[in-house]
């Protein structure tokens, strides 16, 4: 099967191996309060950025939310002298909100997430009953990628794939040499991503991996979380291709569709779901944006009960 994307991906990354000028500078910040790598990307020459799927802190007893980790973020980018042309989400995430109004406010930069958001936000919006000032169409974003779609950050070059299977918007960036690539691969040995939330697919999730899989063997992926593993201490998020293929657990070479699916069937059975998954899907579906406050000002974050 042909896939036009995914040829152009392997691509431009092998342009970007062979010409440092076409690759990123690359910085990862680890939010230990939700195991989440935000990443800036950026261009050397024109100091143009993408900043990657921020986290705004929020402690759920009070219900507070704080900058902490977007600052850091901030700063990186100032003492870096980075202008901002892109926020980019790999998907509407469940385990922490995104800084991205946040960043947008002081920073500037599009806000970006896959085109298939909608879908998320049709599903999250009948579940949290949301009313119909809560548009399912995307417009709180500035723009929606689709598979195989081509971008730029100052002279580097993007192209987004459409990579669902953990929600069924994600998206992974192809920029310059590396890839990010959300919610699909973790560290090879952790093995992958989850796929029992609303839309989830596990049989999508292992062709979107197949994908990725099949871009050039030193293309460097970077992982939007990591939980160390047994037998390493340390926290990890830069992996290749060539060592998924060799080593992920859950995926290497050899792993057939049917035993992977029912492998991450059996694992997501026994899965807690992530602590703040219900204020950060409420509040990613709206782009990072709180719920409308009511008449009193302030913002409420709904639990629906029995419900998930
Ligand atoms: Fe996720």
């Known amino acids: ?90 998907h509407a995430h469940a385990d922490h909100l995104s800084a991205a109004p946040y960043l947008q406010e002081k920073l500037g930069g599009k806000l970006a997430i896959g085109a298939e958001i909608i879908r998320v936000q049709d599903v999250f919006g009948k579940l949290f009953n949301a009313g119909s000032e809560f548009e399912r169409d995307g417009s709180q974003f500035d723009h929606l990628f689709t598979d195989g779609e081509t971008f730029r950050i100052g002279n580097l070059h993007g192209i987004a794939l459409h990579v669902p299977g953990h929600t069924p918007a994600d998206m992974a960036f192809i920029i310059g040499d590396a890839a990010f690539i959300g919610d699909t691969m973790f560290m090879p040995d952790f093995g992958t991503a989850r796929t029992d939330f609303p839309g989830g697919d596990a049989r999508q999730l292992f062709q979107s991996i197949h994908r990725l899989l099949r871009l050039p063997d030193e293309t460097r992926l970077f992982l939007c979380h990591d939980y160390k593993a047994p037998g390493r201490d340390e926290f990890a998020w830069e992996s290749t291709v060539k060592l998924q293929r060799a080593h992920n657990v859950h995926v290497h070479d050899g792993v057939t569709e049917d035993e992977f699916v029912a492998m991450r069937t059996a694992r997501d059975a026994n899965l807690a779901m ?35």
Request: proline content about 6%; overall charge negative.
């Open 1 to 90: 099967m042909t896939d036009a994307a995914i040829t152009a991906a392997a691509a431009q990354i092998a342009q970007a191996q062979a010409d440092k000028a076409l690759r990123p500078t690359i910085a990862g910040f680890f939010d230990e309060a939700t195991n989440t790598i935000t990443y800036v990307a950026s261009d050397p020459a024109t100091r143009e950025a993408a900043v990657i799927d921020s986290v705004l802190d929020y402690e759920a007893a009070s219900g507070r939310t704080s900058h902490g980790s977007a600052d850091r973020v901030i700063e990186y980018l100032s003492a870096n002298d980075l202008t901002v042309t892109w926020l980019i989400e790999t």
């Open 274 to 308: 992530p602590t703040l998954i219900l204020p950060s899907v409420q509040v990613n579906i709206r782009g990072g944006h709180l719920p409308e406050p009511e008449d009193n000002g302030v913002s409420y974050i709904k639990i629906p009960v029995n419900a998930v």
